[in-house]
């Protein structure tokens, strides 16, 4: 248990803890494109069906599986840290390196992955990005979706540097443009589709 958590705990109890991870994420699923995550791909990807990767669990993506699962969709989660399991997708989860995910689900195929916050925050070097574009185009069918959510503060703009497009093409999906930027946040939505 971290330090701060741990001093919360002591001081307030275990409920004044609960109370701040639920703030946390509320504030998080709040943002201009949590929302739009919720409201327009959520729905579009479970109207979709199939099976569905989402990269990156934390406690605000939790509820977003049984969302996406609504209309018969089979959600599996993954991230590289082992402790995050406890947000993964329970009983389809697994613990890996997304520029090894063709590794980690080397026996599943995938309709779509949903990797959002992952680029720019672990997976930052370009020729990690490129291995990362690479191995998830191993477990996309062709005609697979990926949704890509980066912060352009972060890193660089990989989608018009042609980064991803051995394996990729941009597409409209959900209502929404293939490139969705917001005013209020970094944060950058991009569609693509496997060639």
């Not at 590794?103 to 309709?111: G, M, P, R």
């Not at 990005?129 to 005609?143: K, S, T, V, Y």
Request: proline share 3%; net charge neutral.
């Amino acid at each position: 248990m971290g330090g701060r958590t741990f001093l919360t705990n002591l001081f307030f109890g275990k409920e004044a803890a609960v109370r701040r991870a639920a703030a946390k994420t509320k504030s998080i699923r709040d943002l201009p494109d949590r929302k739009l995550l919720a409201e327009a791909y959520i729905p579009a990807f479970a109207a979709d069906r199939g099976r569905i990767l989402w990269v990156g669990c934390r406690a605000y993506t939790a509820t977003d599986y049984a969302a996406l699962e609504t209309q018969g969709a089979e959600v599996w989660t993954t991230d590289i840290d082992p402790s995050a399991a406890r947000w993964g997708r329970e009983g389809r989860h697994r613990t890996g390196d997304l520029c090894e995910i063709d590794q980690v689900f080397a026996d599943l195929t995938f309709d779509a992955v949903i990797c959002n916050g992952v680029l720019g925050f672990g997976v930052d070097e370009v020729e990690a990005q490129r291995r990362a574009f690479a191995a998830m185009a191993a477990i996309l069918r062709p005609g697979g979706r990926l949704l890509l959510g980066w912060n352009s503060d972060r890193i660089a703009d990989l989608v018009a540097a042609g980064l991803p497009d051995e394996w990729f093409v941009v597409a409209d999906h959900a209502g929404q443009p293939a490139r969705v930027r917001f005013d209020a946040v970094t944060h950058v939505y991009d569609s693509l589709i496997r060639r």
